[in-house]
């Protein structure tokens, strides 16, 4: 009998449902890991050359690049949510964890002002938590890596004025988000996800 209960079918069945509903980041999550990547690095060497190099009063403007990923971000997001049936627990908190992260950088533009000596390294440990526990959220040790770079890149930046900070900053980027980014865009695209 055909329609008779097939435990190994039915096992079959529960474990695809499961798989299909797990958090998969897919090539817009990459997207945006790389365009904040790239928007930091290039604000931050844009502010050090205004200001160093230039120095030009408005050397700060450049952060105004930052409205570009405020602009690409929820796009990107719309589009990923879009593609995906299912909405997962870690999808849940990951948004969660980056709002976290935007609060807690109002908080400190707020109390602390951006001139403050200290204000880049605070910044530093702020990402370098967020991209840790997203790692960990996601499975993908890449951003752990990346997390660590940050905290050391903000101890090393504690002890350097605000000039040579944005250098530290845009460096820190290169393993803290485009090496994560570059790799997971790498992984999606080979998985199709």
Not at 100 to 113: E, T
Request: hydrophobic share 55%.
């Amino acid at each position: 009998m055909e329609n008779e209960f097939n435990y190994k079918d039915s096992l079959k069945a529960i474990e695809a449902m499961i798989a299909q509903a797990k958090h998969r980041p897919g090539k817009a999550d990459a997207a945006i890991t790389l365009l904040w990547g790239y928007l930091v690095a290039a604000a931050a060497l844009l502010h050090w050359y205004l200001e160093a190099v230039l120095q030009v009063s408005y050397a700060p403007m450049a952060w105004l690049l930052m409205l570009v990923g405020a602009v690409v971000t929820p796009i990107l997001s719309w589009q990923t949510k879009k593609s995906r049936r299912v909405k997962t627990f870690i999808d849940d908190l990951i948004v969660q964890l980056w709002i976290a992260f935007g609060v807690s950088f109002v908080v400190l533009c707020v109390a602390m002002g951006s001139a403050h000596t200290h204000f880049l390294p605070s910044v530093m440990l702020l990402y370098g938590a967020t991209m840790w526990v997203h790692g960990a959220l996601l499975k993908f040790m890449p951003y752990q890596v990346g997390a660590v770079a940050c905290w050391l890149g903000s101890i090393l930046a504690f002890g350097l004025p605000p000039e040579q900070q944005l250098l530290v900053l845009a460096g820190v980027m290169i393993p803290g988000y485009l090496i994560p980014g570059h790799l997971l865009y790498a992984k999606t695209a080979s998985t199709h996800v």
